[in-house]
């Protein structure tokens, strides 16, 4: 029988570690808080504040909204960023990415603090995430998914990986967190030849593609884990995965549904983030 993995469970586990971490920062006289920057008002990037600020308020870390106008002019917004970035009452950052289109995010990511940096924008800290070293901050989805197999105790050690993405914000990252677990990784893309057999091969398959259900039951080994990063929304309007749940269940030992799955731990992560970032600083005090 397949085990459902719940976001919900994973973020309940990291929510009370946050909390006596919090407690202890605070203790001491640190208020740990998170800026988050939006420009515009995307209603994925508010829906996405919503469930962060809610989740920050649990676990007791400040949250700071900081919004732009869509049509900000680039010198207007690189000095506003600029003031969150030099703020010493901010310990971390999220910046709604992307950006309105007459916006160039590359400043910003030369600037950012990678201390601040809550969502692996720096090259500092994505160069940390490819050499394995964990000081730094990855990509919050990325993060999600290795603290999924944490809690359900899949140890990637030894296991034969396939990752369905190679973005820098899932699927590359990812990779990299699982090589460093000692995992084999295979990654694969638009140009991949035989998607379906190199899926099926995999211990442990994570989709993040951003193709609704295009993970089929013929792409799925028996007993194998299922992680499924996709959101997308299919033909019926309905919220669905890259994976079709349905179809794979039975075949899969582990399998996370979309939603309330992978998407659901994501703001935990971010959590951990700035009370890492604030752990930090206040031991620099
Ligand atoms: P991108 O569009 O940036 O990347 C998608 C990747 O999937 C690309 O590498 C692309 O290959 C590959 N791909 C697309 N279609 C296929 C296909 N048919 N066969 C094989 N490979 C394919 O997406 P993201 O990485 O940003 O996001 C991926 C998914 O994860 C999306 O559904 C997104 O909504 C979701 N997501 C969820 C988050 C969460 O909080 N849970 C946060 C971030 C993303 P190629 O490089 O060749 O084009």
Redesign the pocket.
Known sequence: MSILMKGADVANAMKEDLISRVECLKEKGTDPCLAIVRVGARPDDVSYERGAKKRMAAIGIECRIVELPEDIPQDEFIREFGKVNEDPSVHGILLFRPLPKHLDEEPIKAMIDPEKDMDCMSPINIAKVFAGDETGYAP??AE?VMEMLDYYQIDPKGKNVTV????M???KPLSMMLLKKHATITV?????VD?PGVCAKADILVA????AR?ITENMVGEGAVVAD????VDEAGNLCG?VDFDAVEAKTSYISPVPRG??SI?TSVLAKHVVRAAERRSEMK
């Open positions: 919050c989805t999600a369905v993405g190679r973005s914000v899932v699927g694969c893309h638009t140009r991949t998607l993040a593609a951003g193709k295009m990063v996709g959101i997308n890259d992978v998407g994501t």
